[in-house]
């Protein structure tokens, strides 16, 4: 029988301004009940890219810090029942921050990422923000290490896609995406690699072969979220 879920309250984080409606989207399809909130702190891609993609000290902190107070928020002295960044350029910093919370505390490529090592060892990844590109690769290296999977990443920066999605322009930003997606070699899963690009999903699906995994990471991680809060069921009186 299917585990009841509780409602739960879920802080986001965010880096990007552009992964907010992404990410609510996927929770109102796939976990509606879930109590979700919002952190946004668009100066931390700007900062990072402008240090060309440097995770230093004092970035590290401001991760320690906004986990802290994530996990901390809540009425009358309680606490969140977890916390998901959705800003896939920052691996590192969320993994050293997590450390210290007892809480599910997710990166947002987890989900994604093992979904696509089901799915076969040579997999497509597409960003948009150039300081995610090397991250997301070593991420998904050692997703497939941890399980003994050895992996053919074929890893893309879509050029302008970004810039276009900013300035208005999303059917191009969705055009961009799906065309890089058309240029891959033989894979067995695309995995769209930030949840500001989660949009492009039906773009790519028509533009690759039929039945080719396509997998957004605010989808997937939404479903690892909700399977790591499913609650006990309750026995029988």
Same mark, same amino acid.
């Given at each position: ?17 552009? !992964? %907010? ?36 000290? *004092? ?20 606490? !969140?029942?977890?916390? +998901? ?6 691996? &590192? ?13 997710? *990166? ?8 696509? +090592? ?8 597409? %960003? ?6 090397? !991250?997301?690769?070593?991420?998904? *290296? ?6 003994? *999977? ?25 055009? +961009? ?9 033989? #894979?067995?899963?695309? #995995? ?11 773009? #790519? ?19 690892? +979220? ?5 609650? #006990? &069921?309750?026995?029988?009186?």
């Amino acid at each position: 029988m299917r585990q009841p879920i509780r409602p739960s309250r879920i802080m986001l984080i965010h880096a990007l301004r552009e !992964s %907010v409606a992404p990410i609510h989207a996927a929770f109102a399809e796939y976990w509606p009940e879930a109590r979700t909130h919002d952190l946004l702190d668009s100066s931390l891609s700007a900062d990072h890219a402008a240090a060309g993609g440097v995770l230093d000290a *004092k970035m590290m902190g401001r991760f320690r810090s906004l986990t802290d107070y994530a996990a901390m928020a809540g009425p009358e002295g309680g606490g !969140s029942d977890a916390i +998901l960044f959705t800003c896939s350029a920052f691996a &590192p910093a969320i993994e050293a921050a997590r450390r210290s919370h007892g809480i599910p505390i997710l *990166k947002p490529n987890e989900g994604a990422f093992a979904e696509a +090592l089901g799915h076969g060892g040579r997999i497509g990844l597409l %960003v948009s923000f150039a300081p995610s590109l090397a !991250s997301m690769a070593d991420e998904l *290296k050692a997703a497939g290490e941890a399980v003994g *999977k050895p992996l053919t990443i074929e890893a893309r920066l879509v050029e302008g896609a970004l810039a276009a999605l900013q300035a208005g322009r999303p059917e191009e930003h969705d055009a +961009l995406i799906a065309r890089a997606a058309a240029a891959l070699p033989a #894979v067995d899963s695309i #995995v769209i690699g930030q949840f500001s690009m989660a949009r492009a999903a039906p773009a #790519v699906r028509a533009a690759v072969p039929a039945g080719l995994p396509v997998l957004t990471t605010p989808q997937s991680a939404v479903m690892a +979220l909700r399977q790591r809060l499913a609650s #006990v &069921p309750v026995a029988a009186g």
